[in-house]
Nanobody, 127 residues
Framework: QVHLVESGGGSVQAGGSLRLSCAAS?????????MGWFRQAPGKEREGVAG???????TYADSVKGRFTISKDNAKNTLYLQMNSLNPEDTAMYYC????????????????????WGQGTQVTVSS
């Protein structure tokens, strides 16, 4: 099994920045896992934000492209999401996810392709 723990959420002003972290652990986890960030606001469906494959290639939702950056530190088994130019529409619970399979770019942002999930961290952006 793989365990994921998010951190770094909080409340920020519009236009501000925040960096989320996701610590991965477990006997089966390794740096070849595909990983992603998802978010869900009250009353809305879960939305794929960003994904990264083992080769380092990334995919972003149109709504965050140019503002968010996904990255990982394999030595620390940690996934990051740097969020800049935040706006109130970014307010949501943010989740990290992992899967042992390679995912093609067109499928990286689909929640049902991931087997392992963290508990989520809340991000609130005030206007």
């Amino acid at each position: 099994q793989v365990h994921l723990v998010e951190s770094g959420g909080g409340s920020v002003q519009a236009g501000g920045s925040l960096r989320l972290s996701c610590a991965a652990s477990g006997y089966t986890y390794n740096s070849r896992y595909t990983m992603g960030w998802f978010r869900q606001a009250p009353g809305k469906e879960r939305e794929g934000v960003a994904g990264i494959n083992a080769d380092g290639r990334t995919t972003y939702a149109d709504s965050v492209k140019g503002r968010f950056t996904i990255s990982k530190d394999n030595a620390k088994n940690t996934l990051y999401l740097q969020m800049n130019s935040l706006n109130p529409e970014d307010t949501a619970m943010y989740y990290c996810a992992a899967d042992s399979r390679f995912l093609f770019p067109g499928t990286l942002l689909r929640y049902y392709n991931y087997d392992f999930w963290g508990q989520g961290t809340q991000v609130t952006v005030s206007s």
